[in-house]
């Protein structure tokens, strides 16, 4: 029975100290140390190597630590209430707390390596937390040089293509100075041109000025005529009012009143009457 219990206590041994190098793993990526279950690492006690393990949770509004340990080939498990311990196991076999005293260095050395481990995982979480600033900050950098680099290499095509087309340029500019001395030419040229059409102008606006003072003249005697043949209208019975004239016409092919063609006699009176009208097609509309 006891190669056996040696046999289980050598797997458990084994299984512990596999548990423990992965979480210590985890730790060192990154994990905070608030987390519910903190784990210890390898340390020397006595000249021999121990691995321990720190698990915390809340129970019932109780901070309940339980801690598994190996140390000198012995599996210690412990429990601890607010910081104080409540159970005590070797090997499997629970210790009562009369007998607690013999096993006090193997505790203290437990506890105070559970120490040192919560305080390296503290100072492991803040190495994280800068590494993972830190890598944020190179990140954004690496991004910035990227934009700038992408950015010098546009810039450095349209300075190349900016110098090309300020070459082109150039040669207009030097085509575009022949071409405006040939304008001055052509300028001058044209103020003369339009010192003469100005004359012209001037001569025809003294023409139009009396052309103007003619329509003038003649505005006035058509209105007259127009007024006298509506009352001619009147008097022929044609119709009743001023008011009734909506449209006439008078040409030297016949006389139209208010849609209605006047007799013979009618166009040949008006026709004569109104030379000036009938001669020019007259028409009119109220």
Known sequence: MSQNLKLKSTKMKTNYIKCSLWLMAVIFCGMTAKAQTSVSGKTAYNGREYISYDGIRSENGKQVERIQSNMDEKVYKMALVNGKMTELYVDG???PAGDWDKYSDAIAAIKEQIRKN?????RNEEQARLNQIQDKKNEEQAKLNQ?????NEEQAVLNNEQAQRNEI????NEEQAVHNEEQAQLNQLQEKKNEEQAARNRE????????????????KENERLMKQMIADLINDKIIPDANSLHDLSL???????????????????YREKYSRFSQSSFSYKN
């Open 204 to 219: 025809q606006a003294r023409l139009n000025e009396i052309q103007a003072k003619k329509n003038e003249v003649q505005a």
């Open 251 to 269: 040409n030297s092919d016949g006389m139209t009143v208010n849609g209605v063609k006047q007799p013979d006699d009618v166009f040949k009176k």
């Open 169 to 172: 340029q150039e040669k207009k």
């Open 147 to 151: 934009i700038r680099d992408k950015k």
């Open 118 to 122: 919560k305080e390296q995982a503290t």
């Open 93 to 95: 076999v629970k210790i």
